[in-house]
């Protein structure tokens, strides 16, 4: 099965094809965050984009540069709002034990079942905000049903219905520039400005990727 062209490039930096088809783009976007901006960018998990790719061929009918064109959409998962919603059962246990409420924070990462055991966690279920088409940011809203769920605090379960959210999306433009003999450009940009830049392949090749993160390469 031919890879996408994208993917090509990716092997030609890396020496490797990234783990699952396509899956180049995503990881050098998250490249460039950290290399540009010292952002983290997940690139494992899912993002929703669109675009198109136009390709430029020689005299001889081979490929002499390809742009891939694309908006993506990045859910700022840190500038989100939460809100449990608990069962009437522990809506009792809270107003006597914690008076002040229980909040979602960072503390509360995993849920648990009956027995104790982790169900699911809080970032396995922000991968499943929806994405949107078009180029303009939006507040994605929702819920998510956990019926039979459990969040622990203080030793004690406290059990859940939901969590409702509201997280902001931004909407970001990229061009990915692949010219002939593997060299590439990667073009950065965004509406709000805060990157706009070129990074080339001897930049991208100090990028270093492992458990869905990005790391400059340190060399001994």
Known sequence: ?????????????????????????????????KLLAGQEMSYDRPWANEGRTSTELDENGGVQKIVLTMVMHVAEYEQGEFSLIFTDESNEKIARQEPEGLQLTTEFQKFYDAEGNVSTTLDELQSLVSGASGDEDFVASGGWILTGQYLAYKNELYGVRGIDYSIPVRAIKYKIVIEGGGQAKLLVRSDSGEINRQIKAVDLRKATFKDGKVEPMIKG
Do not use: C, H, T, V
């Open 1 to 33: 099965m031919q890879k996408p062209p994208i993917d090509d490039l990716f092997f030609q930096l890396y020496g490797y094809y990234p783990p699952e088809s396509g899956q180049g783009f995503q990881m050098l976007i998250a490249a460039a965050f």
